[in-house]
Structures are given as structure tokens and as C-alpha cells.
């Protein structure tokens, strides 16, 4: 059984940073692409980085540019959201989403499948 959690969110001012983490477990046979989305009460989920594990190109959302970045660590198995110089406008719940393949019981490969994390709350105060 494959399981996303995402930790690492709280309550800061304008222009502070936090530091999100993402943990993918579960019986793997490749990932093929990381994720970070986000929602704001009322708003749609919007897609605000993804990364691709094998050669680390990651893309961002215009209005995090130049300020979050996305990271892997050596395990595979996590990635990081540093978001510096938030604004009030960052504030949503921020869900990590992981494109991955694993294996069926009898050792099988699935199809590519999405998992999400249940979502970690960013809140800024201005």
C-alpha cells in the first residue's frame, strides 16, 4: 500500500519561510513525477511545482518563482517545498502529489498512478 504524508506547515508572518516535506512509502517500482499543489478556501487546486526525480527539472508557477524551491533527497523517497519570502496570498493547503508505478502483491507492476498526500495548512499572516 502506497502512502504520500506531507508535513512541515504552520503559521508564519509575511517574508518568513517554512519548509515542506513530502514522504512516499509503500512497495515502489518507479516514480515518475513529483508534485506540489495547493488550495486556497474557495479557490481551485492549482498546480504550484512538479519535478521530475530523474534529472531534477523542476517547474514552478509564476507567482513562486524565484521564491520556493523543490528538492530531493538521497533516499528518492522525499522531497522538499522551501518557500521563502511568503506572502499572504501563499496561504492554502498545500497537498503533495506523487506519479508513481508500484507493485501489485503478486509482484506485478501497476499502472502509472497518482497518490496524494491529505495536505498540510500554510497559513501567513500579513
Known amino acids: 500500500q502506497v502512502q504520500v504524508v506531507e508535513s512541515g506547515g504552520g503559521l508564519v508572518q509575511a517574508g518568513g519561510s517554512l519548509r515542506l516535506s513530502c514522504t512516499v512509502s509503500g512497495n515502489i517500482y518507479s516514480i515518475n513525477l513529483w508534485s506540489w499543489y495547493r488550495q486556497a478556501p474557495g479557490m481551485q487546486r492549482e498546480l504550484v511545482t512538479s519535478?521530475?526525480?530523474?534529472?531534477?527539472?523542476?517547474n514552478y508557477m509564476d507567482s513562486v518563482k524565484g521564491r520556493f524551491t523543490i528538492s530531493k533527497d538521497n533516499s528518492g523517497k522525499m522531497v522538499h517545498l522551501q518557500m521563502n519570502n511568503l506572502k499572504p496570498e501563499d496561504t492554502a493547503v498545500y497537498y503533495c502529489d506523487v506519479a508513481l508505478k508500484a507493485y501489485f502483491n503478486d509482484g506485478r507492476i501497476m499502472p502509472l498512478t497518482d497518490y496524494w498526500g491529505q495536505g498540510t495548512q500554510v497559513t501567513v499572516s500579513s
Open positions: 519535478m521530475t526525480p530523474g534529472d531534477n527539472r523542476a
